[in-house]
């Protein structure tokens, strides 16, 4: 490994980089990091990967080449939305540059990173290790003083080495290069991700006398010192508790006793945390986190003042609230609301520094916790897709019941589906109540009203509610319940309830969650069920192919129809898609019908366990084969066409390898019915076949040459 230069003291720009909450990475020419101080997670793990090694490359490792081309510092943003500054270390022993930032400027660039962890190209890798130190900086500024600053403190040192400074400019015992910080103007400090500030001393202000000042010094020096041990305690919990102990501290230290944690949601503050005489207490607001009045006072770095509402009839009761605005990338995420007098503008602007350091932080903690949600989220998506796979058809409905409840952590659930020919709700499964009827009113107290204005009700505790006691006989162990209408395609089609939940917990927004999460893949299952068991009473309207299992032409048929409507009504993406075996007839013709008929069922089961809990598939007549997918876009679609293509291409066959062909179409202004999307997928199939088969093509990219349409697959 290259060393750095003798004159560079990596200690003191470790303590420089931990200053100032960026990354300093120093470089040799031949692009090797032989020294990071304070390094983004996400460089740690993208820049060895195998997949991001030549991304990384572009940017980072040509870092010294074009340093010397410039003859200086340079600045640019990498393929992973990082702002960098990089400084020339010149030493002809050891030619260096220095890598600053590394950290995210810009809201837009953090937001997409998170999306590529979750969902995107980077989910190959940990979330919780790529964020594990996310760097944010509230601007550019930070980074540009801090590259002037190292620039200068590397050519000091590097004089001083030489023996161009005396050696009683610095002592023996000294490092040659310490970065300390200068104080600098407040409006430079506020950019910093931990920014350094003592409470200013109106007695120093005034001069009162050296002495005076001089242990002023010495209390601001451990005030100072208390913020930043502060400030780096948050990022070691998460976003509630680091919002409770921003008041905490608050109180601490001005004396406060009136303090409440604002968060932005759904356009509205909600207040989260209440501190001191306000526990228990809510707090309403008449102001959006957008209010021209709150964005402006962030920019003119004081606080809002607002009137209480008192409810006394002397004017004197009420108080004035002061609120602080949180920002990042100019949006309001939060706010602190102080009830208690704020004495002095230097005490205001000081809390104003303290929401501008603590922004970034919060911000990590809530990406954090949005990373792990979505985790969280996506896992039992999975979790339940798959189960649906396994679920016995002899128990439908009991198996739907208990997977859904599972899912919720509920001990107990029923599922009721609306019977056309009855117009009541009828009860399909009971779990978790043994000796219950199939029969009666059991969800009947919520559930009718549920269904009919196809709205969820979640309930904390049903006492508080007016409701009717449940009979004493169904010995319910709590008195929080669930209940959730189930629609597909806009249409109700039956409630779902849950009650008794594990470790006696009530059902939660965190409930809500999980359940529209697991919503769509259920839906279509119950709609699947109550098709089938129309199927049993009506023979003559079969929706099942009985050669591969999947679904009939007439029901994709009207499927799509539904889709469409939906989607142009809602604005939500669809795709569908026609799939055709290639060379089926010579199949046919060489191996016998039967050898045919098993192939069909191979493709039919390859196309099952590729696709979602939420896809369609269909046998369309013959060798065809068609896909509706649900609120999915084109380019999704694609991927899970390339899929199926190569499962089918890589399966194993009686006789000869099988591929197929598939086009895709999706909704869209021009294609807006069932009729057109269908035509388009099978134009697309067609020209498929025609460009050589075993190929996927989409509609909206057949304009484009055979060499391009394989860039896009």
């Not at 809500?512 to 699947?528: C, K, N, S």
């Not at 899929?643 to 598939?662: C, D, G």
Request: net charge negative; charged share 25%; hydrophobic share 40%.
């Amino acid at each position: 490994m290259t060393e750095t230069p003798d004159f560079i003291d990596i200690q003191a720009f470790d303590a420089l980089a931990e200053e100032t909450g960026i990354s300093i990475v120093f470089v040799d020419a031949r692009s090797r990091e032989v020294a990071a101080a304070n390094n983004n997670s996400i460089c740690r793990h993208l820049n060895p990967s195998k997949e991001f090694s030549a991304a990384c490359a572009r940017f980072c490792g040509i870092a010294f080449e074009k340093a010397a081309e410039a003859g200086g510092r340079i600045g640019f943003e990498c393929h992973a939305g990082l702002e960098c500054r990089a400084v020339l270390v010149r030493d002809p022993n050891k030619p260096l540059v220095a890598i600053v930032g590394r950290t995210f400027t810009k809201a837009d660039n953090y937001r997409k990173a998170t999306t590529r962890a979750i969902a995107g190209d980077w989910k190959e890798h940990s979330p919780a290790d790529l964020f594990e130190n996310v760097l944010l900086t509230g601007s550019s500024a930070v980074l540009d003083q801090t590259a002037i600053k190292l620039e200068s403190q590397i050519a000091e040192a590097a004089a001083s080495a030489s023996g161009q400074a005396g050696k009683a400019d610095r002592p023996e015992t000294q490092p040659a290069a310490v970065a300390t910080h200068t104080p600098e103007p407040a409006e430079s400090r506020n950019e910093a991700f931990a920014v350094a500030f003592a409470p200013a001393d109106p007695q120093q202000e005034s001069g009162d006398g050296s002495e005076k000042a001089s242990k002023t010094g010495d209390h601001n020096v451990a005030e100072a010192r208390a913020w930043r041990s502060f400030f780096g305690s948050l990022l070691k919990t998460d976003y509630p508790k680091a919002a409770y102990s921003i008041l905490e501290f608050l109180a601490h230290h001005y004396g406060f006793t009136a303090l409440v944690w604002l968060e932005s949601k759904d356009d509205r503050f909600e207040n989260t945390v209440n501190f001191g005489d306000l526990k228990g207490r809510r707090v309403r607001l008449g102001i959006a986190p957008d209010d021209a009045r709150l964005l402006e006072a962030a920019q003119n770095n004081m606080p809002l003042q607002l009137g209480e509402r008192s409810k006394q009839d002397s004017a004197a009761e009420a108080r004035i609230m002061q609120m602080f605005p949180i920002s990042i990338g100019g949006q309001i995420s939060a706010a602190i609301a102080i009830l208690d007098p704020v004495d002095g503008d230097a005490i205001k602007r000081q809390i104003v520094r303290m929401c501008q350091s603590v922004a970034p932080q919060l911000e990590i903690l809530r990406l954090r916790s949005e990373i792990a949600h979505g985790e969280t989220l996506s896992t039992a998506v999975r979790r339940f897709s798959e189960s649906l796979k396994r679920i016995d058809t002899d128990d439908l409905w009991l198996n739907l019941t208990q997977n859904a409840a599972e899912m919720l952590r509920a001990e107990r659930a029923s599922l009721l589906i609306y019977d056309d020919k009855s117009e009541s709700l009828e009860i399909k499964a009971i779990v978790g109540s043994p000796g219950f009827p199939m029969q009666g009113e059991v969800g009947g107290r919520v559930s009718k009203i549920v269904f009919a204005k196809n709205e969820t009700v979640a309930v904390s505790d049903v006492t508080r509610t007016g409701l009717p006691p449940a009979p004493a006989e169904r010995r319910y162990k709590t008195g929080s319940f669930l209940s959730c209408p189930v629609t597909l395609s806009g249409r109700t089609i039956g409630v779902i309830n849950f009650t008794d939940r594990a470790a006696g917990e009530p059902f939660d927004k965190g409930a809500l969650e999980m359940f529209g999460a697991i919503a769509p893949q259920l839906a279509v299952a119950i709609d699947r069920a109550s098709l089938k068991e129309r199927a049993h009473e009506f023979e003559q309207l079969s929706v099942t192919d009985p050669l591969t299992g999947l679904l009939n032409r007439r029901y994709i048929e009207e499927r799509v129809m539904e889709e469409i409507k939906r989607s142009n009504r809602h604005g939500f993406p669809m795709s569908f898609m026609m799939l055709d075996v290639d060379r089926f007839k010579t199949y046919n013709d060489q191996f016998g019908h039967p050898a045919g008929d098993e192939a069909l069922k191979i493709v039919g089961s390859v196309i099952r366990d590729t696709l979602r809990g939420a896809d369609v598939a269909a046998r369309f007549g013959g060798e065809e084969f068609s896909i509706l997918l649900p609120q999915t876009t084109g380019v999704e679609a694609a991927a899970i066409a390339e899929r199926i293509r190569a499962n089918i291409e890589s399966a194993h066959f009686p006789h000869r390898k099988v591929t197929v062909s598939i086009g895709i179409a999706s909704c869209s202004d021009d294609l807006c019915t069932a009729a057109t999307i269908v035509s388009a997928a099978d134009k697309a199939l067609y020209r498929a076949k025609e460009q050589g088969r075993n190929k996927v093509l989409v509609y909206e990219n057949m304009h484009l040459a055979p060499a391009e349409q394989q860039s896009i697959k």
